[in-house]
């Protein structure tokens, strides 16, 4: 098969709209790794709630589902924070009360059946209320195409996804290495228990931390949602493809997941163009392998 020029324009581009949605999903995933030293395997159902959330809102509100789309992100982030509340601080109290500082170094088997357990009930939760059928939901920006020089044509909802992606995590850099809570996050990641002793009190930051991570999920959820169904299952496509943008930029490191988030992205589409639509998805996962051959801390490296 012979490829064209305009082909593999189109595929880049393609690639780097939806790298920016996997440098979310990837962001969210690696602060939660990061700061709270916890691999959380609900993370793809949080994005689904997200697109659910929206589908709601949408239905009983009207409007478009990308003016929505904060209004679902936001209320995700508060559940993710009840959750925090309700579910992981309390390992967390009972294993410091055991283990003290080490507590925060140490991966507890518990933690990871846990979010195993909420994937499971979030999914089945989604097909009590929404049902197994999948859903669209309407958005005028589908409809709308923008013609690029050259014979390209991309649907407006993808460009404002792009858009809105690349704006958010260069908001949530700025917010990490600006303001006074970032920095409290950071210091959090570093080193917990120094963090204690200067006065930050961490479990608040665990509750910021776990209100971004599920919000950017959500968020991601919801811009999508226009473009592609939503239903129960969605999440458990998009977590794994998280675990291989966070391991490819390095667990912990943001920059890195963002850098990853777009590599995948490109690499997928343009893999999908020369290999062919059935390898497509295989490609993330052998560049992952790669990395973690040649540099198994990430192309960055860890969060320090």
Not at 247 to 266: D, E
Request: net charge neutral.
């Amino acid at each position: 098969m012979i490829v064209q020029p305009i082909e593999v324009i189109e595929q880049v581009i393609l690639g780097l709209m939806i790298g920016g949605i996997y440098g979310i999903i990837g962001v969210g995933l690696t602060m939660i790794f990061g700061v709270m030293r916890l691999s959380n395997f609900a993370h793809g159902e949080f994005y689904m709630i997200g697109a659910y959330i929206a589908f709601t809102l949408v239905s009983v509100m009207g409007g478009d589902p990308y003016i929505i789309a904060p209004l679902a992100a936001i209320a995700v982030g508060l559940i993710g924070i009840l959750i925090n509340k309700l579910l992981f601080k309390p390992l967390y109290e009972e294993m410091k009360e055991i283990k003290g500082g080490a507590a925060f170094y140490f991966q507890d088997l518990r933690f990871i059946m846990l979010t195993i357990g909420l994937s499971i009930l979030f999914v089945d939760l989604a097909l009590v209320l929404w049902g197994p059928i999948p859903l669209s939901i309407p958005s005028s920006l589908t409809e709308v195409r923008v013609i690029i020089p050259g014979g390209l044509s991309f649907s407006l909802a993808r460009i404002i996804t792009f858009i809105v992606a690349v704006a958010t995590l260069a908001a949530l850099y700025t917010f990490l290495k600006v303001t006074k809570t970032g920095k409290a996050i950071r210091a959090t990641s570093q080193n917990p228990s120094a963090a204690m002793l200067v006065g930050i009190n961490t479990y608040k930051i665990y509750d910021i931390t776990m209100f971004l991570s599920t919000a950017l999920a959500a968020l991601a959820g919801c811009i999508l949602a226009p473009i592609y169904n939503v239903y129960p299952t969605m999440g458990l496509d998009v977590v794994a493809k998280a675990f291989v943008v966070v391991i490819t930029g390095g667990m912990g490191n943001v920059i890195g997941s963002i850098l990853a988030g777009f590599l995948i992205g490109l690499a997928e589409n343009l893999g999908g163009l020369f290999l062919g639509t059935e390898y497509k998805q295989v490609v993330a996962f052998i560049i992952m392998i790669i990395v973690l051959w040649l540099k198994p801390e990430g192309i960055l490296g860890g969060k320090k």
